[in-house]
């Protein structure tokens, strides 16, 4: 069974919801800011060497270089809220579950009314409770089991502090929030085990607190 490592970074087909309009705003962005920044350099350089030529005021360069930075800066705003809003959950889902953060442990349950289950502790294991082969400080002794290939709906909540549930594998991180359910849907593309941890300081044992999913078929019964 294949794993990802703990911070594996974010890969096209591991993919929360949202996650390939993500990677196609990105790459675009990457794309023009090194001509920007050559750009930028070059009139600096420029003007600190070679000084001010003309001394008078030049609309048309003032204007220039104030309406295409605010013109640049509006379209990265505007598709930096197109993907906030898509990554929001708007659609129907094969499976949900429930995971809400403790001081230091996480809790979770199959929340979509197909089959009920209850709440399951899910804590870090224990280093002499460690099969060879096994990650230190990223194995849960209950993981989270989850289907592959179809849309999953997680509802993130914390039942005392601030929390994050973070699985970069599949770009999802989601705030546990006392008093607030945070939903995000997301894919497992392939089956494996997919590492994370909270991703927010949560008090003492906040490095102590793994997250662990193991992507199964999606004809399983969890």
């Known amino acids: 069974m294949p794993r990802s490592a703990p911070f594996l970074a974010f890969r096209r087909g591991w993919r929360a919801g949202g996650g390939e309009d993500f990677t196609i705003g990105w790459w675009p962005f990457w794309r023009e800011s ?92 224990r280093v002499r409770d460690l099969r060879r082969g096994s990650k230190r400080l990223c194995e849960t002794d209950d993981p989270i089991c989850l289907p592959v290939g179809v849309r999953i709906r997680a509802s993130v909540t914390s039942a005392d502090v601030l929390h994050s549930f973070s699985l970069p594998a599949v770009g999802l991180k989601v705030d546990a929030v006392p008093g607030r359910l945070n939903v995000a849907a997301f894919f497992l593309a392939r089956a494996g085990m997919y590492h994370g941890r909270c991703s927010e300081l949560c008090g003492a044992n906040h490095s102590f607190m793994p997250v662990c999913v193991v992507a199964l078929p999606s004809d399983f019964r969890g």
Request: glycine share 14%; net charge negative.
């Open 34 to 125: 090194p001509g920007a920044f050559l750009l930028a350099g070059e009139l600096v350089v420029r003007g600190a060497v070679h000084g001010r030529a003309i001394r008078r005021e030049d609309w048309l360069v003032e204007g220039a270089w104030t309406v295409l930075p605010a013109g640049l800066l509006t379209a990265l705003g505007g598709a930096s809220l197109r993907l906030l809003y898509a990554q929001e959950d708007r659609g129907a889902s094969a499976y949900g579950v429930r995971i809400v953060g403790h001081q230091w442990f996480w809790e979770h349950e199959r929340a979509d009314g197909e089959a009920p289950s209850e709440a399951v502790a899910s804590a870090a294991r």
